[in-house]
């Protein structure tokens, strides 16, 4: 019979590979605490609207890469990414109630049909971080400094923090407007998609990978539009403080005035962190303000700012060596099947991982099982059941002792 794999851009996370996952997990739930921030989750799927009106259905996120599927005749969609579903839960939960700010942080597995290649997948997995209730650059540099500390606990260093404003969306539409206008001329030389965007959505423009579309946008009449400061004086102090924050807390970072992300949502600061040591997709952390979004999708003015981190490329760059091997504290070695398996459940029921041998082996192959899984083997003769006690053999050192049954957990321990 023909076998069934695993679906193009799908990956299954192996039991080799599941330390990594545990350690990224582990270290958000400890980083992202210590900020004050609550981990939220919510569903995999959600109305295919929340996805077109919050992320916006200009982007290629809506328009090319969702799973939408009808079940009773209603529109449903595998979530693209969580902010949207975030902002959903808390404007439904009434959490603009809740005292300013509301951080929460999630992590989850994310769907979007691209053309699979490395770093890019179907079905992966993000950690974010979103922030409710406050306008002040503080929270964008708080937010900031979350993602890179976060970083850092995953022992990630070698990496590039870029911002941008993309200011307000009055700032905003004077800026496309004037885009639009040097572009013009050009108009039908641009691919196609460019020549979508143009209308749609001028911004997205800058993020176009065709090299005849780059050489254009690379005239000097379009690059002193680009390169010119277009946000208005509110929006150029809010990114002048948000920097001030950023140097005092001595975060390194670079203005990159072509970044202008790919969701609809943003306003005022966007950011992403970028890899030294990835190929093309090389953004391992990508986020930025959306202050209109909570009201566009029927909550009360908020505004709000947060970052997601594509896990899979989190894993590639962690090394792994560094990270303490999840094994079994203890094997129960014996030849005694009925002693064994009591000693592994009272040591199971006094919360230590514990193993014996199911099968029945020699006590030599038992011993050599063990020093492959666990930290302790726990030798259980005939010589120590009739006194009552147990060697115990630490598997790193070789060092062994025989103590009394009673001391054996605290032992372990
Ligand atoms: P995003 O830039 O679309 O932003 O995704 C964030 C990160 O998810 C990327 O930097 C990348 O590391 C990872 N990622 C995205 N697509 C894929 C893929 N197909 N395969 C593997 N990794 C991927 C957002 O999703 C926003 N919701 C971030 C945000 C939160 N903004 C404000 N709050």
Redesign the pocket.
């Known amino acids: 019979m023909a076998m069934i794999k695993v679906q193009k851009g799908t990956k299954d996370i192996l039991p080799n590979e599941i330390n990594v996952w545990h350690f990224m997990e582990k270290k958000a739930n400890e980083i992202f605490n210590k900020y004050g921030a609550k981990e939220i989750r919510t569903p995999i799927f959600e109305a295919t609207e929340l996805f077109a009106r919050g992320v916006g259905d200009t982007t290629d996120?809506v328009n090319k890469e969702m799973y939408t599927f009808e079940k009773s005749e209603r529109s449903l969609t595998l979530r693209p990414?969580?902010?949207a579903g975030v902002v959903r839960s808390f404007i439904e939960n009434g959490m603009h109630r809740l005292s300013a700010p509301v951080k929460l942080w999630y992590k989850g597995p994310?769907f979007?049909y691209?053309r699979p290649q490395a770093?890019?997948?179907?079905q992966?997995h993000?950690v974010?971080?979103?922030v409710f209730g406050i306008k002040q650059p503080t929270a964008d540099a708080e937010v900031i400094l979350m993602a890179v500390n976060y970083l850092k606990s995953l022992g990630l260093n070698d990496l590039t923090v870029e911002i941008n404003s993309l200011g307000c969306p009055t700032c905003r539409e004077n800026f496309k407007n004037k885009l639009k206008e040097v572009i013009k001329p050009y108009l039908s030389q641009l691919c196609e998609d460019c020549q979508t965007r143009y209308e749609k959505n001028p911004l997205r423009l800058l993020d176009c990978k065709v090299p005849e579309c780059q050489e254009i946008f690379s005239k000097p009449e379009i690059q002193a539009v680009i390169q010119g400061d277009f946000i208005c004086e509110e929006c150029a102090e809010h990114f002048e403080e948000l920097k001030n924050y950023l140097d005092i807390l001595g975060i390194k970072y670079e203005r990159n005035k072509l970044l202008v992300?790919?969701?609809d949502y943003?306003n005022r600061t966007v950011f992403?962190i970028k890899s030294n040591n990835l190929g093309s997709?090389n953004?391992?952390?990508?986020?930025?303000r959306?202050d209109s979004l909570v009201r566009n999708l029927g909550g009360e003015d908020t505004p709000a700012?947060?970052?997601?981190?594509?896990m899979?490329?989190l894993a590639s760059l962690i090394d792994v060596s560094n990270i303490p091997e999840e094994k079994t504290t203890a094997f129960v070695v014996s030849n005694n099947t009925i002693e064994a398996v009591k000693l592994t459940e009272e040591l199971r029921a006094e919360g230590i991982s514990t193993e014996f041998d199911l099968t029945n082996k020699k006590f030599v192959k038992q011993l050599e099982k063990a020093s492959k899984v666990a930290n302790f083997a726990v030798i259980l003769g005939e010589d120590e059941i009739a006194s009552n006690s147990v060697t115990v053999k630490n598997l790193l050192t070789s060092e062994q002792k025989t103590v009394k049954r009673g001391n054996l957990t605290e032992n372990l321990k």
């Open positions: 996120i990414e969580n902010t994310m979007r691209e770093g890019r997948q179907r992966f993000q974010g971080v979103e992300r790919g969701l943003y992403e997709q953004a391992v952390c990508g986020g930025g959306y700012i947060g970052f997601a981190m594509g899979e490329r």
